[in-house]
């Protein structure tokens, strides 16, 4: 399932973007601290960022700005503002794409899906399967099975368990990790692996699996 960040300070917009995105299967964060948009953004690990202009605190030039220092994922900013310097402002700030409001919620679904399909090419991956002590983590679709029991996994919880399986006997250090799932991991609080970790070690205890990965003081993790 593909997680959208919404950051917007109108709390009817906000609301209605949330539900429409849900009842299209997407999983939805709310931004309510406009503060800490970024931490939120490193903490949550969204696939995709809808970002209003004017927002409290700093607008969202700033925070396109602020997220493209250390991610990728796609941004579509949504603005009442519509002169052809906001959309240059846009588009040069890291944007993928504008859509003016008020707008259609079916506009917005298909440049969504477009942007996702493009970023994530998650129609044409392989289908290699990986597979190690119970179990199954499928490429194709960035999922983990364990018995009969399929989970949904973040990007980064995919790439950790990518990682770690593709490398099972070895220790990983923490900054070795930090490196695989951030191009650069300077931009990233260290606690963020911890918080990743500590995610996807629950998905899998859940799912009847314990002590998967273990944690070694001072070195790293390992999945023996």
């Not at 409290?56 to 310097?85: H, L």
């Not at 930090?178 to 692996?193: P, S």
């Not at 990743?196 to 070690?201: D, E, G, K, Y």
């Amino acid at each position: 399932m593909f997680k959208i960040m919404i950051v917007e300070d109108e709390q009817t917009i906000r609301e209605v973007l949330s539900e429409s995105l849900q009842k299209w299967k997407f999983e939805t964060v709310e931004i309510t601290d406009f503060q800490n948009v970024l931490k939120t953004f490193v903490s949550e690990q969204p696939h995709l960022v809808l970002l209003d202009i004017n927002l409290p605190v700093f607008d969202g030039f700033y925070w396109c700005q602020q997220i493209r220092e250390s991610s990728k994922v796609p941004i579509i900013f949504i603005s009442s503002r519509n002169t052809n310097m906001d959309m240059i402002m846009a588009m040069n700030m890291g944007g993928d794409d504008f859509i003016n409001k008020p707008f259609s919620i079916d506009i917005l679904i298909a440049k969504i899906n477009a942007l996702l399909r493009r970023t994530y090419n998650y129609i044409e991956r392989s289908n290699e399967v990986m597979e190690h002590n119970g179990i199954l983590l499928n490429v194709e679709n960035s999922s983990m099975q364990i018995n009969d029991e399929i989970i949904d996994l973040s990007k980064n919880e995919y790439k950790l368990l990518f990682h770690l399986m593709k490398n099972h006997g070895k220790i990983l250090s923490r900054e070795k990790l930090l490196r695989a799932l951030w191009d650069d991991e300077r931009f990233v609080d260290d606690n963020t692996l911890t918080v990743n970790i500590n995610r996807l070690r629950k998905k899998i205890e859940n799912a009847g699996i314990h002590n998967y990965i273990e944690t070694k003081i001072g070195q790293g993790y390992i999945v023996p």
